[in-house]
């Protein structure tokens, strides 16, 4: 099958590798969701919302380089041509791709600017930036307490049909924000990427606040930019000129396991 005709398919299976996984959001149609998208084995990128990670079944929630298939759709309200509908229920874990094989995975996906890829009507994108800075800034007070009583809200009304009632979800309370040269010249984008927001909590919780954000600005902020580093790039179904951080992936842990 050609790409043309994968292309024009209206549904089918596939299998990616995952390298994104946002953190979740509350919207009024598909409550909680997270925004996931991974590579396929022919170097295609394939976006799957909306997809209830929380809700999904122990054995269901994969991570970064889990090779996950699933059954899909194509979406109506979304003509973004890597989005997928995805069916929840067929979401398995077949594998994982192992460190030495991440650096030939990826080294095609790589670009160094995002314009290019706008123009071809690409919405996902694994850009390499040279990282100016790292901000942590905390989030207004009542931006922080809309977002507890988004997920509160939907966390009630869930647990009145549930069997297992979904654990409460703390928003993260600060920002992580990178300012980043490309091709196309310099950005400045939030960092949405799950992983970020789940390190700042594990280490708030062993180390306190203050401790925690000084490791965030030393890892993210420095040992990142300095060993090398790849940004998982998306745009906005609503702002197709908008693209947001979705991903920080470490260069150098796939630079360095590859040669093993």
Known sequence: MSVTEAEQLQSGESEV?????????VGYKHGETVCCAGIDLHGHWLRLFPVS??????????????????????????LRSESRRVDQRSLAIVGKLKPAERQNFLAKSIVTGLEKERQAQRSLALLKPVVRAFKIEAKPADQLLAEHDKFEELRKQQDLFATTPLVPYEPCPFIFKYKYFTDDGEREGTCQDWEIEATFFNWRLHYGEA??????????????????????????????????????????????????
Do not use: C
């Open 211 to 260: 401790h925690a954000l000084a490791e965030m600005q030393r890892v993210f902020g420095q040992q990142y930019p300095e060993n090398g580093m790849l940004l998982a790039m998306g745009t906005h179904s609503r702002y197709p000129d908008v693209w947001l951080i979705n991903g920080v992936i470490r260069l150098d842990d796939i630079l360095q396991m590859s040669m093993l």
């Open 53 to 78: 990670f929380r809700n999904l079944d122990d054995g269901q929630k994969f991570g970064r380089w889990d090779r996950i298939r699933f059954r899909w759709r194509r979406p109506a309200d979304d």
């Open 17 to 25: 590798v995952a390298l994104i996984k946002a953190a979740p959001q």
